[in-house]
């Protein structure tokens, strides 16, 4: 195993030379040398009162029950963790919420002749896991899948993403008034609904294949860590993509007397019922299909021969669900600011789950109250941060970001002027250090990593985290872009570079909706927790065998995303290098350029061997090798105002990280109030790569440089405006997009240059590089 081979002596020696480096006195970025010296000894103090401990006790207690939303657990929880904030100094409320939150009252599965079946649509007790026979649960279910009552043949649509549609097409099978089944995995599983729908099924299906989190990965659960026969993963289904959270109340936070959407004007919810299933429950179904033996990559690892259908047998299923708005507590904690209380901090983690939710989320729900107890235990000592610092314990995270998108768009005007960063985490567990997010953020990401001990192998999380990097790079070459560019700076010597956000966790109102610069922090790779994933496994007793049973990455958690805390509140300048996010906005821009050379020559090729009849159309059942659809002729899109914009960007980014480093070696000499207006500049930037106007189709989306893809669902689509429209097609969409896009990257300069000049005159003309087109004014936000 991989994993494995990184425990050994390449990583000792790796130890040793961070221990080396540890002994240095580092100058932290954005910090003076008298206040790096006294943040060192804050970081001290900080993880001396880290106890894990406190992590495992948590855990147990609030992983007891069954916590989803609208359960007396979730309350409990939330009132738990005000008490301890509360006891800790922060002053600390909850901030509730109403939301709907449909809850099933009734669902069947079953196979109508010739073989009838019922699914059991339950996980039974695991000998071992306390908590397995627990009441007070909700069944197996997706949450914003429509109520419903359909009979119809089956069709098995694979992971049920739009290329197996495709592939379905080419078989000259229709799921057109189908109920289909398809499996997790390879895609988000609202798009699994979304995509049924579309392609006129009448009922969608969801489970999981051991092949993906079963007995193919590894022993099931209680042998081992994988999904047991009866495990089921519920979720989500509405329509993220659009937008997030309340489905009644877009744009607006669901106070109680918010104005809300009828049920019907809801565009997020789907219109089928939609059920998820273990592969227990899925064996007979699949089994009873019949017509052509599926393609090998779309074979799971049941004992079966897989079959695309339809029938022979029909499918029932029905699903009847309560309608009705339920409370959401959100618990938010502050500690204000010493010397710019307006600059906000902040912190956040989910605290319901979909059953007891001991990994997802408690795990680093509890992380994160390690942290707020260790800074409150600061505070009585006279320490007081610079900047505001706000922890936030979310609510209905897991049905939809609920919690954490109704307070932001609630605040949505206080938090575009006062966000400096939000840091979000969402699970813990052994292994890696993960890093995502806004990239002018990456280097203090590195820093903070480089400064923490990796508690099995002595290096420091960073170094492990680039060996990891190294061995899987070269023993498996990547591929994606993203892949290659952290392959190649991790050798180069260079920061790990962060994976962009898309959406999928609790930072994504912050982040694609507000433009307030956010970043994800966690530990995972080496725990066995995937297999148990939204069911009723996900348990106190599962995490201490699988997950983290010494709480010690709990401990790395809170130092590494204490520290990312610490030094954005506690810096006298904010820790902010442009070079990276100016980077890479300037790679994407040329994939995107590459994407639409590589479909011009596709087409061609295509159109050419139609004319030659090498391929048919699907539909025509003349000739054996089928072709989806003749593709249309790839237009000259005008990329130059693009590539200006971005070569701009770029220059400004390296002119402000210039005049900052200079800056930074003649200790910030700047007077208290032009370091505060620079520090407002920067607190603004991550806004200045919003378009009001949104993305095409989901204008609530109004980031253009990261977003959920329309059709990835969580995984990040990069200048998404542009790239989607490339990638279906929409010719005119994308030329429209170049020029928002070009607009958004020249105000991101300009408020960079502005940056820079309040540096720049302390430098003196010799001494920093003025961008040769000088400051200028800051455009509007829908520029």
């Keep these: 195993m991989k994993s494995l081979r990184l425990g050994g002596a390449f990583l000792v020696v790796a130890g040793m030379m961070g221990t080396g480096l540890r002994a240095q006195a580092p100058s932290l970025t954005g910090f003076k040398a008298e206040s790096s010296a006294g943040e060192l000894e804050t970081e001290k103090a900080f993880d001396a ?4 401990a406190d992590l495992r006790s948590w855990l147990e207690q609030m992983s007891s029950e069954p916590n989803q939303v609208g359960s007396p657990h979730d309350k409990a929880n939330a009132d738990f963790t005000l008490a301890k904030f509360k006891e800790w100094g922060w002053d600390a409320s909850i901030e509730t919420f109403y939301v709907l939150y449909p809850t099933p009252t009734s669902e069947t599965l079953e196979l109508v002749g010739p073989t009838p079946f019922k699914a059991k649509l339950h996980e039974p007790v695991i000998e071992g896991d306390k908590t397995s026979g627990a009441t007070g649960g909700l069944p197996p279910f997706n949450v914003y899948g429509a109520d419903g009552d359909v009979t119809a043949d089956l069709v098995y649509v694979n992971f049920g993403m739009a290329p197996d549609y495709i592939e379905l097409e ?4 229709d799921v057109k008034g189908k109920i289909v089944i398809a499996r997790y995995g390879s895609g988000w599983r609202g798009l699994k609904a979304k995509l049924a729908q579309e392609h006129g099924a009448v009922g969608c299906i969801i489970y999981s294949d051991p092949h993906e989190d079963g007995y193919y990965t590894g022993d099931a659960y209680p042998k081992g860590g994988t999904r047991p026969e009866d495990g089921v993963q519920r979720g989500n289904v509405s329509d993220i993509t659009l937008y997030n959270g309340d489905p009644l109340t877009p744009g607006v936070g669901s106070t109680k007397d918010a104005v809300r959407l009828k049920l019907e004007e809801a565009k997020t919810i789907m219109k089928i019922p939609v059920i998820p299933i273990s592969y227990g429950d899925a064996k007979p179904f699949l089994a009873a299909l019949d017509g052509p033996v599926v393609p090998p990559s779309w074979r799971g690892s049941l004992p079966i021969t897989y079959h695309f259908g339809p029938g022979p047998a029909k499918v029932h299923l029905a699903v009847t669900s309560e309608w009705t708005q339920k409370p959401i507590y959100d ?13 906000w901090v902040i912190r956040g983690n989910h605290h319901d789950g979909w059953v007891f939710g001991a990994w997802d989320p408690l795990s680093a729900n509890t992380v994160l109250m390690a942290e707020a107890k260790s800074m409150g235990a600061l505070a009585k000592t006279g320490w007081r941060p610079k900047r505001t610092i706000v922890y936030a314990s979310w609510d209905g995270e897991e049905a939809g970001l609920l919690g954490s998108t109704e307070w932001a768009e609630t605040h949505a005007d206080e938090l575009q002027r006062k966000a400096v960063l939000y840091v979000n985490s969402d699970e813990n567990s052994r292994g890696f250090v993960q890093m995502r ?7 203090l990401l590195n820093e903070a990593a480089s400064a923490v001990s990796d508690p099995e192998t002595g290096a420091t999380v960073l170094e492990r985290k680039k060996a990891a990097i190294k061995v899987d790079g070269f023993e498996e070459p990547p591929f994606e872009p993203e892949m290659v560019g952290r392959l190649r700076a991790v050798v180069a010597g260079d920061d790990v570079p962060l994976e962009p956000l898309g959406s999928g966790s609790d930072y994504t109102t912050f982040l694609q909706h507000l433009g307030v610069a956010s970043v994800e922090v966690e530990f995972s790779g080496e725990g066995m927790n995937s297999g148990i994933y939204h069911s009723t496994y996900d348990s106190f007793d599962h995490f201490l065998r699988f997950g983290d049973p010494k709480f010690s990455y709990g401990v790395a958690l809170a130092e590494t995303a204490g520290r990312v805390i610490l030094r954005t509140a506690d810096a006298d300048v904010i820790p902010m290098k442009f070079g990276p996010l100016a980077s890479r906005i300037s790679g994407y821009v040329a994939d995107v350029q590459h994407l639409v050379d590589t479909k011009r020559e596709a087409s061609k090729s295509l159109n050419r061997l139609l004319g030659e009849g090498v391929f048919r159309l699907a539909g025509d059942p003349t000739e054996p090798l089928a072709a989806p659809k003749a593709p249309d002729e790839v237009p000259r899109l005008d990329f130059a105002p693009l590539v200006s914009a971005s070569a701009r960007l770029m220059q400004s980014a390296r002119a402000y990280d210039d ?5 930074s070696s003649n200790d910030f000499r700047l007077p208290a109030g032009e370091l505060a207006e620079l520090n407002g500049q920067l607190q603004a930037i991550e806004q200045t790569l919003l378009s009001r106007q949104g993305l095409p ?14 059709y990835t669902g969580y995984a990040a689509k990069t200048i998404p405006g542009v790239r989607e429209a490339v990638e279906e097609r929409h010719w005119d969409v994308a030329t429209s997009f170049i020029q928002v896009l070009a607009a958004t990257l020249n105000g991101a300069a300009a408020h960079l240059d502005q940056a820079s000049a309040q540096l720049v005159p302390r430098l003196g003309a010799s001494s920093a590089r003025r961008p040769s087109n000088g400051p200028t004014p800051t455009p509007p936000p829908d520029s």
Excluded: K, L
């Design 170 to 173: 080419r078989h000259g099978v």
């Design 49 to 52: 009162a880290i106890d894990p």
């Design 331 to 343: 618990v938010i904690a502050v500690m204000q600011g010493s010397t710019y209380p307006n600059e």
């Design 659 to 663: 005049a900052f480093d200079r800056s």
């Design 437 to 443: 997010g806004s990239f002018e953020f990456q280097h």
């Design 697 to 710: 189709g989901r204008d609530w989306y109004q980031h253009m440089i990261y977003a959920p893809g329309a």
